[in-house]
Nanobody
């Protein structure tokens, strides 16, 4: 059983930056991929970024490529550096993890979820 706690959200102006964090606890995360999804009001939850267990492979949604960077410094800590934030980045961001060798973009493929952290981009 893996528990995830995500944090770091807040209010930021367009063009600003935020860094989200995700800390895992419970069972070992050996071979677990981790990732971020987001859900805006009235919309479905969508894939943002993911990273494999070793950190050697990452995958990004086209909408955030070049602006967001996903990283992990050990098997239990993961981050999402968000730069050049836009109004459309406003959403609740969820940390996720699952024991798998691939980096799927469908939320059904991920088993463990954080409680979510609100990111609001507004002038």
């Amino acid at each position: 059983q893996v528990q995830l706690e995500d944090s770091g959200g807040g209010l930021v102006q367009p063009g600003g930056s935020l860094r989200l964090s995700c800390v895992a606890s419970g069972d070992s995360l050996y071979s677990y991929a981790m990732g971020w999804f987001r859900q805006a009001p009235g919309k479905e939850r969508e894939f943002v970024a993911s990273i494999n267990w070793s950190g050697s492979s990452t995958h990004y949604a086209d909408s955030v490529k070049g602006r967001f960077t996903i990283s992990r410094d050990n098997e239990k800590n993961m981050y999402l550096q968000m730069n050049s934030l836009r109004l459309e980045d406003t959403a609740v961001y969820y940390c996720t993890a699952d024991r798998q060798p691939t980096l799927p973009t469908h939320q059904q493929s991920w088993g463990s979820w954080g409680q979510g952290t609100q990111v609001t981009v507004s002038s």
